[in-house]
């Protein structure tokens, strides 16, 4: 239900304007398939998915004999279920079975990571774990505090060093605190100045190999936070991640404040990394899983 709320700007103006299109034209034909395109490109899908789309989807209508538009909605639905899912089990959270896990938070300012950690700690402790919040983001005035606020509000505490200090320190502290804690996840936020891109990717890397010397097998998670609202931008940030970090999954926030949902076909087809959670509103509770038969769904009911 929560689901189905957080997407009703996305849902509304995508499955009013797909079903307007299909009482305007009834029969398949170019013009409906270029009026679909324009449709699928306002909701922020990105031109190469849509592309792509509408390619697959022109051929399934040809082999399947396919002449009504009413018809063809349900192969639109089956088409963007494909573009969304490779396997069932890719939006889990790896987790270490025994011992530490880690996860790494990384994204722009404002995308949404201190939040996102919040609520992941909120959920992970609700779910038995043991939590630790390392506050790796020295760089932006007031970071640290932030997390410490979302930390408080989870319960988890969060390992902090001053501002300005060494990142990588603070990670490699923040680990032995887990290790001598027994702590089930450690969640590590990191800084999202992208003013200056080599710097931040060599300090991600820097703390990765912390990460992996520390921890073998970790980390478990890369998860990059991307804000829904900032449509195409999302997709290029998203890109330039990916070089320095191995990203493992996609965190997408703020899907409640925006019609742009086709985004999340975007991500999931360009960048070929799921879309692990979504973000629907600001609150402790907010985070969900993301589930893309109830995208689907949820986008033509
Ligand atoms: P950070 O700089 O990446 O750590 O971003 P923050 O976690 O500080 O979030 C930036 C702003 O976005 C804050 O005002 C958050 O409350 C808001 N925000 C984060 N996630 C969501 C979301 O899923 N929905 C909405 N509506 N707002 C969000």
Known sequence: EKFRNGLSKTRR????????????????????????????????????????????????????????????KEVIAEVLSEFLTRDETETQLNMNPEGLSVFLMVGVNGAGKTTTIGKLAGRLKNQGKSVLLAAADTFRAGAI???????DRAGVDVI????????????????????????????????????????????????????????????QEVLLVLDATTGQ???????????????????????????????VLGVRHELNIPVKLIGLGEKMNDLQTFDADAFIYGLFS
């Open 13 to 72: 103006s995508f499955s009013d304007q797909l079903n307007n299109l299909v009482k305007r034209y009834r029969k398949v034909d170019e013009d409906f398939f270029e009026e679909l395109e324009d449709l699928l490109i306002e909701s922020d899908v990105g031109v190469t998915t849509v592309m792509d789309l509408v390619e697959k989807l022109k051929d399934e209508s040809r082999t399947r004999n396919i002449k009504d538009t009413e018809e063809l």
């Open 160 to 219: 902090r060093h001053q501002e300005g200090s060494d990142p990588a320190s603070v990670i490699f502290d923040a680990i032995k605190a887990a290790k001598s804690r027994k702590t089930d996840v450690l969640l590590c936020d990191t800084a999202g100045r992208l003013q200056n891109k080599v710097n931040l990717m060599k300090e991600l890397e820097k703390i990765k190999r912390v990460i992996e010397r520390e921890v073998p097998g970790a980390p």
């Open 145 to 151: 505090d932030q997390l410490q606020v979302w930390g």
């Open 233 to 263: 931008n999302a997709l290029n940030q998203a890109k330039l991640f990916r070089q320095a970090s191995d990203v493992t999954g996609i965190v997408l926030t703020k899907l409640d404040g925006t019609a742009k949902g086709g985004i």
